[in-house]
Nanobody, 126 residues
Framework: QVQLVESGGGSVQAGGSLKLSCVVSGYTARSVNDCKGWFRQAPGKEREGVAA????????YYSDSVKGRFTISQDNAKNTLYLQMNSLKPEDTAMYYC?????????????????WGQGTQVTVSS
């Protein structure tokens, strides 16, 4: 049903910036609870929620580890989700995934999300 495809990953030096994109297809917002998020997973670690946005309201939520550095946004006319990442740190190195849900995205819990992209790699060097 819902398909998501990430792009924009790459290698960057600490302190640099990257902008990730996620094209969403087969998706129409049906309620105020419809939402999307960005997650990341580093080797040997659990998948971690970093940011979420509600499709209709535009309300955003962030994990403490990225607050003030990352910005989630969307262009609903283009069916695209974005993650602007500034002041990158080596600990931000991970595979980044976008996802969609019809639930409590603000909790940034992977179990609340129903549809996932395949991921894009972000590597930050010191």
């Amino acid at each position: 049903q819902v398909q998501l495809v990430e792009s924009g990953g790459g290698s960057v030096q600490a302190g640099g910036s990257l902008k990730l994109s996620c094209v969403v297809s087969g998706y129409t917002a049906r309620s105020v609870n419809d939402c999307k998020g960005w997650f990341r997973q580093a080797p040997g670690k659990e998948r971690e929620g970093v940011a979420a946005i509600y499709t209709l309201s535009g309300n955003t939520y962030y994990s403490d580890s990225v607050k003030g550095r990352f910005t989630i946004s969307q262009d609903n006319a283009k069916n695209t989700l974005y993650l602007q990442m500034n002041s990158l740190k080596p600990e931000d190195t991970a595979m980044y995934y976008c996802a969609a849900a019809r639930g409590m995205c603000y909790r940034l819990n992977r179990d609340d999300y129903d549809s996932w992209g395949q991921g894009t790699q972000v590597t930050v060097s010191s």
